[in-house]
Nanobody, 122 residues
């Protein structure tokens, strides 16, 4: 069983930056694919970015490519999401997820954090 806790959310102005963190406990962290997903009010949860266990492979949603960067530190059991050039449409609850395969589908991820709110003001 893996427990995930996100932190770092908050309010940022459009064009600004924010870094989200996710701390994992339980399981062997380096064996898990980690992902960030987000859900805006009234919308379905959507894929943002995923990273393989080693960190060698990543996939980004087109909407965040070039602005967001995912990274992980397997020694610390942590994954990060650096958000640059934030846009109002990035406003959502951001969730950290852990799974066993590199997939952009949220249904592929068995473990989820509680989410952290990110609000980008225009």
């Amino acid at each position: 069983q893996v427990q995930l806790v996100e932190s770092g959310g908050g309010l940022v102005q459009a064009g600004g930056s924010l870094r989200l963190s996710c701390t994992a406990s339980g399981g062997t962290f380096s064996t898990y694919v980690m992902g960030w997903f987000r859900q805006a009010p009234g919308k379905e949860r959507e894929f943002v970015v995923i990273i393989s266990g080693s960190g060698a492979n990543t996939r980004y949603a087109d909407s965040v490519k070039g602005r967001f960067t995912i990274s992980r530190d397997n020694a610390k059991n942590m994954v990060y999401l650096q958000m640059n050039w934030a846009k109002p449409e990035d406003t959502a609850v951001y969730y950290c997820a852990a799974g066993d395969r590199l997939s952009t589908s949220y249904s592929s991820y068995a473990y989820w954090g509680q989410g952290t709110q990110v609000t980008v003001s225009s």
